[in-house]
């Protein structure tokens, strides 16, 4: 039972567009939710949260948007650059410590 | 000031063998989690541990695993009697630890583990 979802393994988008990364989850209790990226052979490294009161949380080219009634989030990036490309997760959580995460969503920005 | 560090990178075990895998967190921080990653899967939440307390445990295998943060050094996963399927990256995070949600975990490089 998979509570986090990121539905597409990977999408690839030209320089100076929006890249549109998308998670779904099931758990209600789900409070709080993270993005991480991550590089080949590298830990994740935190990018965006939200917390469940707000629907918008925008931190420079990063947007974090959230539907509670669809339990969807999306992250916007704008405009991508090559260095976004990575891996990104999705994470949510619905206590101190204890996050889960999707599976993650390739992204490749194209020169 | 240095990040969450990991020992070894990569680790090679044949069945049976233990595992130990180390990780010290970033200065200050008091609160560490363990995660591992199958290949082409996400982070899976395995445990979280204070200084000489385990916090949350659900996430561990019931048997031959076990993990610890002691007072002084880093915490340690103990994977013993490995087996194939233990292959996986394991990542460690740590936080600053006001022990609330909102707290950013910060993750170091990870271990690599393979069973032969």
Redesign the interface.
């Known amino acids: 039972d998979q509570q986090v979802k990121q539905n597409s393994p990977s999408l690839s988008v030209q320089e100076g567009r929006i890249s549109i990364l998308n998670c779904d989850y099931t758990n209600s209790m789900f409070d709080y939710f993270l993005w991480y990226k991550k590089y080949p052979a590298e830990g994740p490294t935190f990018l965006i949260s939200i917390s469940s009161i707000k629907d918008k949380n925008e931190d420079g080219r990063f947007t974090v948007f959230l539907n509670k009634s669809a339990k969807h989030l999306s992250l916007h990036i704008v405009p991508s650059q090559p260095g976004d490309s990575a891996v990104y997760f999705c994470a949510a959580s619905a206590q101190a410590g204890k996050s889960t995460f999707g599976d993650g969503t390739t992204l490749t920005v194209k020169p | 000031n240095a990040g969450?560090m990991?020992n070894p990178r990569h680790l090679v075990r044949r069945r049976g063998q233990e595992a130990r895998l180390r990780c010290s967190p970033m200065k200050g921080h008091s609160?560490v989690?363990w995660?591992r990653q199958l290949p082409?899967?996400?982070?899976?939440?395995m445990v979280?541990l204070q200084k000489e307390n385990i916090?949350?445990e659900?996430?561990m295998p019931k048997e031959r695993f076990s993990a610890e943060f002691p007072k002084e050094g880093p915490s340690i996963l103990r994977i013993q009697q490995v087996v194939r399927g233990d292959s996986a990256a394991y990542?460690c995070?740590s936080s600053p630890g006001a022990?609330?949600?909102?707290?950013?975990?910060?993750?170091?490089?990870?271990t690599r583990l393979t069973v032969l």
Do not use: M, N, R
């Open positions: 969450v990991q609160h989690y995660y082409e899967e996400g982070l899976k939440f979280y916090i949350d659900s996430g990542f995070a022990g609330v949600i909102t707290d950013t975990q910060y993750f170091g490089p990870g």
